[in-house]
Structure formats: C-alpha cells, structure tokens
DNA sequence: GTTATCAAGTTTTTT
DNA sequence: ACTTGATAAC
C-alpha cells in the first residue's frame, strides 16, 4: 500500500487526510502546506478506490481554483477521469440547480443574474419609486444592508418582523420592493443564487433528496471564507438533517456524512461579505465524530519570509496560534522599503523585479512574479512603470473584459433576448444607439407596461401599445420590435426553430445583434480618430469569438445539476433539455460571463508579471512577490481602522499577501501618495513594524527632492490664514512655476479658498491640476 | 430627442 | 482623477 503513487511524497498528516474517505472531516491547511495537493490526492483516491466520479462534489472559491484542481486529478486519473465530477464555485453549483429546479425554486428558468451595477439600477428605481431620497437612503447603501441579511439566510419579511426604529422600518420597505422588483425582471442577485437554493432545498424534500442521491462525497475549500447561506447549503447537501430552519443554533447530526471541509482561519479575508470563522467552530459541533487534521508544514517559502508572515499575525488576538514551520534552510532577507513617492515606489518595484529576473540562470520567468496591493487603484502607477520599462505584465482584473460599456451593451441586448422579463437590460440598450425612444417615451411605456402587470418588451410589442405615442415614437416602437424579433425568430423565442430568419449559432447570434442593433455603426463611425472607439469594435469582435468558443467546448453532459444515473451506468442521466438549445445555449454562456471573477483572470502561462489585489492573490505562489502601498489608511485601510477585528481581517490580508511569496519579498511604502488627485502625507503601515523586518529608507534619484527644505510641507502644517483671501496670491495665471516630479511649467488658472487648486501646464507631462497645499508648487521668478 | 457642459461624489476588498 | 448625474443648448 504504501507504495501507492498516490500517496507517494507527502507528509504523514497530508497521507491521513487523503485516507480518511468516510465520515466529517475538517482539515487546517496552514498557507502553503500543500493543501491542493492533498486534495487533489484526496478526490484521486476516492476515484481509485471504487467511488464513481459524478458522485463527488468539490467547491471552490473561484472558477480557476476549480480548473486547476480538476487539471491535477485528471493528471493523477488519466484523461476523462473527472468526467461527471462536479469541481465548481458554490455560485455556478447554485445558478445550475435553481436552472434545474427553477419551478422548485419560484423562478422561471430563463431568469437572469444580476450583477452590481443592474442591482443599483434596480435600487435606484425602488427608491424613487417609494418616494425616498436618495441622499438619505443611497442605493449602494441600501444594496449592502440587504446583502448582509440574505448571507445571513434573512428574508425581507424576517428583516420586518425585526425592525424597530424608522429607518430599519424604511430599509425593509426598501427591501420587499427590491425583492418584488427583482423577481418581475425574473432576475437573481448574487446572493439570491444562496439563499434561493438554500431555501429550495430546506423546503422541497425531493430537490434535497435528488442532490443527496447523487453527491456521496462533498468537499468544501476555503471554508473560512464561506457564509452562512454556504454553510447551510454544504451541510443539507451532505446530509446535515439536523439543520432545520425553525430551529436556530446548530444541533448535533445524529449521522456521519463524507464532507471534508479545507481551510485557514489565518486566511480568512472575507468577513466584511460576510464570512464567518465560525463555520469552522460550528462544523465540529455539527459533527462530533468529526476528525480533524492539521496540516502545519510550509513547503512554500524561505524561512525569513516565514519568520515575518508568523510574527506579524501573532499579533491577531482572536485567533488560535498555530506554529509555521519549515525545514527548509537558508534564504534571502525579506525588504522592506520606505519612497519618496508613488513613482519612486514604482521605478523602484521594476529595478528589483528585474533583479530577480537574474536570480536564477535561465532567467526567471517573468510569470512567476506579481505586484500585490490593497485596492485596485494602485496598480496605475505601476503599470506606467512597467510599460515604460519594457517589462511585460498581466493585471488580473477577470471582469474587466465584461465590464466594458460596449460589451455590456452587447450582452444586455442578449439577456434581454434570453430573458423577455428583464427590463434592466432593456432599458439599457432601448436606444443604444440613439433610435428615438428617448426618456419620455420610455417612461410612458414603461408606466402602461406595469400598470398591466406586463414586462416593458411584452407590452411594446402588443399591438396597439403604442397608440397613445406620437408617431414618431410609435415608428421607433414598431422598428424596435421587428428588430428583436428577427433575432428570436418571431416572439417565441426560437420555440420552434420554424423561423428563418433566426441566427443557427450563438457565434452567428452574438454577431448579428452587434451588427443590426447598430452598436457596431456606432463605434465605427465614432472611430475615426479616437483610438479607444477602435478599441471598443475589437472587443466586439473579442466578444464573438468568446461566443464562439464557448459554443465549441460547451458540453451539456457536464452540467453539475443533472441527476445521479438511474441504472449505475456511468455518467449522469437526465437532462434540463426543456428549452430550444440555442436559448439554452445562449443562457449558459450569459451564466459563464456574469460568474467570472478577477482571480479567474491570473494566468500564469502568459509570459508576464502578474498585477493584482491582495484578495485576488488568495490560493496563489509566485517565486518573487513585492506588496506595494503598505501604508496607514491603504493597509490597514482606513474603514478598517475603526475596529479591533477589521485591523485583524487587514493583518491577515497582509499575512496572505506575503505567503505567497516563495523566495523574494519586497514590501514598500511612500511618503506621499496621489489618492483622487490630491497628493498626501502617508504614514507606514503599522504592519511594517509587526512584521519584524528593519525598514531601509531610499531616496528618489529622479524625484527632484535633492533639496529637501523647500518643499516640506507649508500650508499643510500650518493652520490656515486667519484674515481669509487677504493672503497675497502666489500663483496666479501666467506666472512660472517648478513641481519636483513635474518639472517646469505655467500656471494657466487659479482657485482661491480653502481647497484653492491650480492648473498648470507642465513643459514636459502637459496640464495638471493641483492643490496648492499639497502640491509642493515652487514659484520661479 | 439628442448632445454638450458642468457639478458632485467617489474607492476597499468579490461572487 | 475619473466617472456619473443634472442642466442647458441645439
């Protein structure tokens, strides 16, 4: 036995856990301890041991944790051993099941998922429409504050029952409209795709004893990240009859079931979407027989890295020490630096990653760095530096593609088509481009659509909806119509397929509603000089051919909601094969795009550094690793400041951030930083310190800093002038003036008061504006 | 109805 | 700095 392939190489706890098939059990992989290849093992010897593979279920936190995993069981199984295994996202697991399930579920099997942006439309709309303002009750808000209750498993009407004062009164009047809203556009939120299917499962017996039937071996990753609704639905799946709506708290299961949950309190970094550590807690008092194992040996990184990942998170008060250990000898010491500047922040980040370019012969591949950093907004400045300095990089941001507004127009003419209900995407593109159905039109049906009860393009195309318009307006109507209809093949929504005027192929579907919506004319004629209108037509065309590659590799079979075969033939049997296939096509493509997250978009094979948020770096091992921007009010971020336990979400992020870090570390901050225009006095992160590194202070050879008196800051330490506007006016339009990175240029206008800014036109970078106080402006005579 | 210009708010982090 | 929302001109 112990000569098994499979169990070849690892350590006696990783070779427990992949033995340990039947029963609860939780594993503590502390960061790289070789979590994935115990699990990949783990689901490797289930197979080889005689379970079928559409019988396990594998959750992930992301769609490219997902691949890879099933990449790396397929290796160890040959080709097509995963086949019928589902390794997927909790949220692609749910979309799948509310699809097969919708009449279950309450929801028509066409709905469509929101994303952020149509749920603030939706929001904004229900506000105005319960006649709230939006300055006291803003929708972003509103949106966040219902978020946190469906995590929590709470309905509008739960949310009611509880609500005392006025506002939470308000918010769960909000609330139920937003509900009521949502499901008249037959759409989803992020979060219904949880709550629905842990709702469908608690309430419909069959859909429960359907998924049980056919899921013998679940396996939950990143368990310190999931959330209650995740809890609840993992435990229903595996068997936990014990969790029952009525009965709050969680009662011991009187049986065993095989789920094996992954993960590290240390790691855990989404509390603030509500993530909840407990479900770590809760799981052994859910399963008493429950075994637990701990994997403690890091087989990632150099021992300095590790002294300073262990000793900044022994700072965590609420936590349970565990020891990070490595046997591995040696290693560089771990930089910590303090700039000048943003720039000098990032000319010093190219300088080292091109040394570490050299720290091995062939030189490292450029694919086995990454920049790590708190918020998006700080990957600018370093990708400047990257570019100019000819070094190839990646930014990991996967919905960047999709959230493009011409892909968005283009995929919202689509879910429209896939879903006549959903007014959101309606109203979106109804005169993209502009084809005179301007506001006032729209609200005038949009007003007799609802009072009908009926979705917007229901109502305009009955005919005679548009009687009360002028005749302009009724035209455009009519043109919209056959418009659309010419895509789905008369109204039915390609029922028949009988139409032939409607598309054969997604790819030839996607073109078409480019190219005949206008949106294509558009940008083409808005091309002619401006480079991003170019830009914009090549992702259109992008978009076909995602379209098109997704028609090629999409394998029905694959779908995670199929049944478990009847007859113990492999494979899964049955089929959702209710709708036309080009509809079903085209709502599984819409699923794929709405589902993708930023750290889906971090792919090592391209030859390049890799930009990303700490968050997103989660899972991941590069050799060089630098975390830039470890400053006060960036790292902690300044919301985080307020509480004891967000600092400790913040040290953790930061102790994830440098766990993935193999053999060099380099962590930076500045002195002053360009935060929404306004350069500021930053203070190094606290976490500096806590790491027990030394910090070595550079000076910018470029920042122009050489003479370092006269721009200490003036006006920013000193309180303002007492006698207001009677200070004499040093920069006033026309006079010369020197900024130490900007150089030499002319003042072309002023502002007086408080926030006085200047606009200066700069000899070598052009027009800036500036805030004087902050600006270190020098006048020149 | 459409387009241009200006003011205001905005930034954590993600499915 | 940058996008979005409101108002005014076309």
Not at 91 to 100: E, G, Q, T
Not at 108 to 129: C, G, H, L, N, R
Not at 417 to 435: E, F, G, Q
Not at 452 to 464: A, E, I, N
Request: charged share 25%; glycine share 8%.
């Amino acid at each position: 036995m112990h000569d098994d392939p499979l169990l070849a190489d690892l350590t006696e706890p990783q070779r427990q856990a992949v033995l340990h098939t039947e029963g609860p059990l939780l594993i503590l992989a502390a960061a790289g301890s070789g979590k994935t290849r115990t699990l990949t093992r783990r689901i490797a010897h289930l197979v080889r041991t005689g379970v079928r593979p559409w019988q396990i279920l594998a959750l992930t936190f992301t769609n490219k944790a997902a691949a890879e995993m099933r990449a790396r069981v397929e290796s160890l199984l040959g080709e097509g051993g995963t086949r019928g295994m589902v390794l997927s996202t909790f949220h692609s697991l749910c979309a799948r099941l509310l699809r097969r399930h919708a009449q279950a579920a309450g929801l028509a099997p066409e709905f469509s998922i929101y994303d952020t942006d149509d749920q603030t439309a939706v929001m904004k709309k229900v506000v105005e429409s319960l006649g709230l303002s939006a300055a006291n009750f803003p929708p972003r808000s509103m949106l966040s504050a219902i978020s946190n209750e469906k995590n929590q498993l709470r309905d509008a009407a739960a949310f009611a029952a509880v609500a005392n004062d006025f506002y939470s009164r308000t918010v769960a009047k909000v609330f139920t409209a937003y509900e009521r809203a949502l499901r008249a556009a037959q759409a989803v939120d992020f979060d219904d795709l949880l709550v629905l299917t842990a709702k469908t499962l608690r309430a419909k017996p069959e859909v429960l004893a359907d998924c049980q039937a056919r899921w013998r071996y679940i396996l939950v990753d990143e368990y310190q990240d999931t959330n209650h609704a995740q809890f609840v639905i993992s435990s229903l799946l595996a068997g936990g009859s014990a969790l029952d709506a009525s009965a709050p708290g969680i009662h011991p299961a009187s049986d065993a079931p095989n789920i094996c949950v992954v993960g590290d309190p240390d790691q855990s970094i989404y509390a603030w979407r509500g993530a909840d550590i407990s479900n770590i807690l809760d799981f052994e008092r859910l399963y008493p027989s429950a075994r637990v194992i701990t994997l403690g040996e890091n087989f990632r990184s150099t021992a300095p890295i590790l002294h300073a990942a262990d000793t900044l998170i022994r700072r965590n008060v609420r936590r349970k020490h565990k020891d990070l250990f490595t046997k591995m000898p040696g290693g560089d010491p771990v930089e910590v630096v303090l700039c000048e500047s943003e720039r000098h922040e990032a000319s010093l980040v190219l300088d080292w990653l091109r040394e570490r370019r050299q720290d091995e012969s062939p030189p490292v591949a450029w694919s086995r760095m990454a920049v790590l950093y708190r918020n998006n907004s700080l990957s600018r400045v370093i990708e400047d530096s990257l570019r100019a300095g000819g070094v190839p990089y990646v930014i990991a941001r996967g919905t960047a593609f999709y959230d493009r507004e011409e892909v968005r127009h283009a995929l919202a003419y689509l879910r429209m088509l896939a879903n006549p209900a959903d007014d959101a995407s309606l109203s979106r593109i109804v005169n993209v481009p502009p084809r005179g159905l301007g506001d006032a039109t729209i609200t005038t049906l949009e007003t007799a659509a609802s009072a009908r009860g009926v979705p917007l393009l229901r109502h305009m195309s009955t005919p005679g909806a548009a009687d009360a318009l002028n005749p302009r307006a009724r035209a455009a109507v009519a043109k919209f119509v056959s418009l659309v209809e010419g895509w789905t093949g008369g109204g039915t929504f390609w029922a028949d397929g009988h139409a032939e005027s409607a598309p054969g192929s997604l790819a030839e579907l996607v073109g078409r509603v480019i190219r005949e919506s206008g949106l294509e004319a558009m940008y083409a004629a808005r091309a002619k000089g401006a480079e991003t209108d170019e830009a914009r037509l090549e992702n259109l065309s992008e978009l076909v051919s995602s379209a098109r590659q997704f028609e090629e590799e999409f394998d029905p079979e694959g779908d995670p909601a199929l049944a478990a075969p009847q007859d113990g033939r492999d494979g899964p049997a049955g089929g959702n094969l209710a709708a036309p296939p080009m509809l079903a096509l085209l709502r599984a493509f819409l699923e794929s795009v709405a589902l993708v997250a930023d750290a889906d978009a971090a792919d090592p094979s391209l030859g390049a550094v890799t930009l990303m948020t700490l968050h997103a770096a989660k899972g991941l091992e590069f050799h060089a690793v630098a975390i830039i921007g470890a400053e006060e009010g960036l790292l902690p971020s300044a919301r985080a400041r307020a509480t004891d336990e967000a600092v400790e979400e913040e040290r953790r992020l930061m102790f994830v951030g440098i766990t993935r870090a193999m053999r060099r570390l380099l962590v930076t901050s500045a002195r002053y930083r360009t935060v929404r225009g306004l350069t500021e006095r930053q203070v190094p992160s606290r976490f500096l310190a806590e790491m027990g590194v030394r910090a070595s202070e550079r000076h910018d050879p470029f920042g122009g800093l050489d003479d370092e008196s006269d721009f200490t800051p003036t006006a920013a330490s000193r309180p303002a002038h007492a006698g207001a506007g009677r200070a004499e006016p040093r920069f006033r339009a026309g006079s010369k003036v020197r900024h130490p990175q900007f150089g030499v240029g002319t003042v072309l206008s002023a502002t007086a008061g408080a926030n006085a800014r200047v606009q200066v036109d700069f000899r070598d970078v052009g027009v800036k504006t500036l805030v004087l106080e902050y600006a270190r402006l020098e006048p020149l005579a």
